[in-house]
C-alpha cells in the first residue's frame, strides 16, 4: 500500500519495566498512516508489550505514546482509536457472527438496524458474507479468526494491533490468510501493527519490519533492508541465514556460486578452494555446506535455472571454487 509519511503512532523513548525486569527499554518507533508495520522478534523480545502499550491496556514508565500526534497518555483503552486481534480470539458461542460483530456497536448503543447493517458489511469484507447466521461452532479456525477481525474492523479503527494472528491455525491455512490480511488491509488502508516471530510472514507482509531483540530495536527497514543491509549480526541471523567471513563480514548463501576447481572466476569475485560436505537437492535450489581449507564451512544456495546438463553437478567429496562478488559479502557492525 503507497505510504505518505503522516505519523500516526509514535512512541518516544518508552520504557517499561514488570518488576525489576525491563521488557521494554528506551524505545523509539513511529508508524506511518497506512502501512503495515511488523513487530518481529523471538518470544520475550517486548512485542506484546509494545502493542500493550499502545492500545493502553499498560502504561508506560518513562516516555510519550502520541496517536496521530496528541499524547494518549490520559486515554483509556477505549477511547483511543485503536483496535486489538488477539491469538485466541473469544467470541460469544451463544450469538450469531451477526450477533458478535455487531456487539460492539450496540454497547456503544448502535440501533439493532444500523448494526447489524455494518456487521454485514464487514462479515462481507472478509469473505463470509452468507454465514451471518451461523454460530461460531459451526466454523474452521481460519474462519473464527476472520470473524475476529470483522468484530474489530467494523469499528473503524484508525489503527489495528495484530499479535500474532494466525498462531494458531495450520501452516497452509495461514499462508491464505496472510494474503487475506494484506488485501484487508489494502482495501480498508487501516494502519495494521502486526506481531509475529515468523521470518517468513514479516517479510512478505509488511510494508516496514522493526526487529526487536530483548526489549530494544535493532532495525528498522524494509524487508530488503533487513536481508540485504542487516544493521547487526541479530538481524543477520533472525532474517534469514548467513556466513560469517573473517570478522563480521557476512555473506548470504545465495551469494555464493560453485565452479570447478581452477575456474576463472568473473572480475571483482572473491574466491575459496573448498570441498563439498553436505548437497541438499530441493527443487528449484541446492543447498550445499562447503568446507574451506581454513576449517570454515560455507553454506551456499544454489539455483538449478540452468537446464541438467548445462550445469556443475556436484556430490559430496567433489572440490570446488566458490565464488561471490566482493561486493556481496557486507560488514556489520557488531
Ligand atoms: P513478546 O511478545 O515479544 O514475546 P513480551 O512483550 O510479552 O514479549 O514480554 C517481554 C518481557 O516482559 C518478557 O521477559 C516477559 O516475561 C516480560 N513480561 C511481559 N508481561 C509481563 C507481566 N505482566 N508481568 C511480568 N513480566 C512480564
Ligand atoms: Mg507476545
Redesign the pocket.
Known sequence: MATGNQPIVQLESVA?S??G????AQLDLTVNAGEFFT?L????????????LIAGFERPDQGRILLDGADVAALPPFARAVNTVFQDYALFPHLTLIENVAYGLRAKKMAKAAAHGEAEKALAAVRLAEFGGRKPAQLSGGQRQRVALARAMVNKPRVLLL?EPLGALDLKLRHQMQAELKRLQHDTGITFIY?T?DQDEALSMSDRIAV?SQ?KIEQIGTAFDLYERPASAFVADFVGSSNLLGGNRLLRPEKITLLAPGATAPDGYETRNGIVREAIYLGAVTRYHVALAAGTVLSVMESNRLPVGERLRLGVGDAVLAAWPRAAARDIEK
Not at 525486569?21 to 521494554?24: G, R
Not at 522478534?41 to 500493550?52: A, Y
Open positions: 517499561k514488570y518488576g525486569a525491563v521488557a521494554l513487530l522478534g523471538p518470544s520475550g523480545s517486548g512485542k506484546t508489550t509494545t502493542l500493550r499479535d506481531v516471530h526487536f526489549g
